[in-house]
């Protein structure tokens, strides 16, 4: 399987880690995203690739939610693509796509619903998905930076260091 995964990899010119296993660990994971998606692609009769569907993974990226990462133009970029093919996303999809694999939004971090719904409520969701982007890109470079807040990851979650990193940047 893993020699499969790697000519995957290389005949389509992907990294070494195109296929993240890893997901299985993080918050974000349900094991229902099987029954939410659909076949993408079979390797050499050995690799089944499936696909989730957009609602669904708007939610599983609203379930991380790391302001770190691009899951938040992530999100704009999914809600941009969908508004050009002429298939908007509603609330209400993804809402049913959070109570499906998650149960609700309990256990979502606490400014995914706000982002989602303000996203939705936008016309410009290009300014939104480049405003996103951008804030993205600052807090990892700062999170990488040797004189940053690197040092306080050991002792505080990512959302106080977040935090800490914006409230140093709004001070500039």
Same mark, same amino acid.
């Given at each position: 399987?893993?020699?499969?995964?790697?000519?995957?990899?290389?005949?389509?010119?992907?990294?070494?880690?195109?296929?993240?296993?890893?997901?299985?660990?993080?918050?974000?994971?349900? &094991?229902?995203?099987?029954?939410? &998606?659909?076949?993408?692609?079979? /390797?050499?009769?050995?690799?089944?690739?499936?696909?989730?569907?957009?609602?669904?993974?708007?939610?599983?990226?609203?379930?991380?939610?790391?302001?770190?990462?691009?899951?938040?133009?992530?999100?704009?970029?999914?809600?941009?693509?969908?508004?050009?093919?002429?298939?908007?996303?509603? /609330?209400?999809?993804?809402? &049913?796509?959070?109570?499906?694999?998650?149960?609700?939004?309990?256990?979502?971090?606490?400014?995914?619903?706000? /982002?989602?719904?303000?996203?939705?409520?936008?016309?410009?969701?290009?300014?939104? /998905?480049?405003?996103?982007?951008?804030?993205?890109?600052?807090?990892?470079?700062?999170?990488?930076?040797?004189?940053?807040?690197?040092?306080?990851?050991?002792?505080?979650?990512?959302?106080? #260091?977040?935090?800490? #990193?914006?409230?140093?940047?709004?001070?500039?």
């Amino acid at each position: 399987m893993k020699e499969t995964i790697e000519c995957v990899g290389d005949e389509m010119g992907l990294s070494d880690r195109w296929l993240n296993d890893d997901f299985k660990e993080t918050p974000s994971y349900s &094991s229902r995203l099987v029954s939410c &998606s659909v076949p993408y692609k079979t /390797f050499a009769y050995v690799l089944s690739v499936r696909k989730v569907v957009r609602e669904y993974l708007i939610a599983t990226k609203l379930m991380a939610f790391r302001p770190y990462r691009s899951d938040q133009s992530d999100i704009v970029g999914i809600l941009i693509e969908e508004k050009k093919k002429g298939n908007p996303v509603s /609330f209400a999809a993804v809402d &049913s796509a959070m109570e499906r694999l998650y149960g609700g939004w309990a256990k979502a971090p606490k400014d995914s619903m706000r /982002f989602l719904k303000e996203a939705l409520a936008r016309d410009d969701l290009e300014s939104l /998905f480049n405003q996103a982007k951008n804030g993205e890109s600052k807090r990892a470079q700062a999170l990488r930076r040797p004189n940053g807040v690197a040092d306080a990851t050991n002792q505080r979650s990512s959302e106080e #260091i977040i935090a800490m #990193i914006d409230k140093r940047e709004s001070g500039k």
